[in-house]
């Protein structure tokens, strides 16, 4: 395939006519040989009738817009998105995909394919992630964020003639109808998509109502199918449906053997039916487009305190007494589990809801150490609230400038914390509960990233990380896991090694309380 003078396709083909009659802008040149128009639909129907390596030709007339010129591999993920109404994008974080999407519809509205589109993400990067970058590379489009404590606010800038409009999850419920009502929503995409694997939730069906056969539907994440190979289904259904079968019974059976009632493992063969289920998809990792530093992981053992120790192991104690003899439920051993880790991180929450605070001076002072060693600003994970206040007021009582974000902080502070955090001195270091800013937002003004204790999500892991290790980010990042108990020693293992730790919480609740029976006699 050649291209000619930047207007047409030269193709070599057996059969000359099954592109003549159905390209009417088209010709035969040769025995073989076809002139082809190089427009959207031209090459897409080739594109259908199965030639490979047909290029959009948004490589030849799309002037990109924006503060900064696309990487290589951001136009080629453009160009598969332009090319495929309904697709899949898996680049990993960090990689820009954001700005691709941008691109791609701004593209396709030129070309008077799409005339509005819907961003469909988590609440966290509605303003820190698909507006603030709407702004630098399409700041030609208008853009609202529909999401209010008022229905009818949120369903009259649906009804609006906003460009783009972005939504959270849990919003889309609310504005459903009218977007099905407005009619000109021509584009979805939804980022974060694993939101979406579950098709009997209401959320599942709710974008499935709204999607037409016209519609373009691009969903985007990084980590598909992250806890197990049947997670796959939920997705399949609102891009590649006749890839998967109509029942999601079929299909888990199809990826996963079950091996007691509750008990599921992957097929040999599952990941290559995910892969074909899954489809068409595009995916560029970092270490094949951007030339990021390497990520370094940095252990701080951190001592338990003589307080922290002595409940600790007391509860463990009480665990091995009243296990004696019982199966242990998955539910028994999450909720054991977690007090271990609030007693290690220095606040546990009581049975009665009341906090008790422990003294967690050893694992203070070694986060301190980390902050004054780092030569950029500072990310400190902490999951659980109280834990997160407590850090929060001591590094302010030691000097050390810093804000919160967790899920009462509402998007709108939160982006301006981050914008804030990303363009000032200070503050120097963001104390952030890891579910309330693990998703797309660009945290790059840091390189290092402090973990108070583990979090039990191997996707959230990843995606935390990902805040700092990302496009743009100019220095050696560092991860500093903060470990003084038994149980985060394992599940920091756990989660380099992306070991589910979901399916094995029964595992580590009976290594604890064996550990420490050893220990007794």
Known sequence: MQIVDNKALHLKVRDPSKITDVIPTSARVGDHEVLVKWGLEEAQILKNLKIKGVPSPIRKSYKWTGLHQPFAHQVTTADFLTMNRRAFCFNSQGTG??????????????????????????VSIMGAAWQ????????????????SSKA?????????????????????EIIADTVIDDGRFDLIIVDEANAYKNVHTTRWKCLAKIINPSTWVW?????????????????????????????HGTFKSMVMTQLTRFKWVPRPDSTETV??????????????????????????????????TKYYEGLLREQLINAAGEEISAPTAATVLTKLLQISGGAVYSDTKEVIEFDCSNRLQALKEVIEEASHKVLV???????????????KSKGITNRVINGKVSPTKRTEIFNTFQTTPDPQVLVIQPQAASHGVTLHAANVVVYWSPVMSVETYLQANARVHRAGQANKVTIVHLQ???????????????????????????????ELGETNE
């Not at 603030?132 to 999401?147: V, W, Y």
């Not at 038994?486 to 064996?514: C, F, N, P, S, T």
Request: charged residues 25%; aromatic residues 10%.
């Open 132 to 147: 603030a970058d709407l702004f630098k590379f399409a700041m030609h489009r208008t853009c609202e964020i529909a999401h």
């Open 219 to 247: 969903m985007l994440t990084g980590t598909p199918a992250s806890q197990e190979p049947s997670d796959a289904y939920g997705l399949a259904r609102i891009v590649n449906p006749s890839g998967v079968p109509k029942f």
């Open 484 to 514: 003084g108990s038994g149980v985060e020693r394992k599940m920091y293992k756990m989660l380099q090694g992306k070991v589910d730790i979901h399916q094995r919480l029964v595992d580590l609740y009976k290594e604890e309380i064996a």
């Open 97 to 122: 995909k954001t700005a691709s999407c941008i691109w791609a519809a701004d593209y396709l509205m030129h070309q008077k394919k799409v005339r509005r589109v819907l961003v469909v993400c988590p």
């Open 275 to 308: 892969f074909n289920a899954l489809q068409p998809a595009i995916r560029f990792s970092k270490e094949e487009c951007l030339d990021l530093p390497d990520m370094m992981y940095v252990t701080r053992d951190v001592p338990l305190t003589k307080q922290q």
């Open 381 to 395: 994970f902490v999951p659980y609230t109280h834990s997160l206040v407590l850090v929060s007021n001591w590094l």
């Open 152 to 172: 009818e606010t949120r369903r009259r800038i649906v009804a609006g003639d906003a460009e783009f409009v972005i939504t959270n999850y849990e919003g889309l």
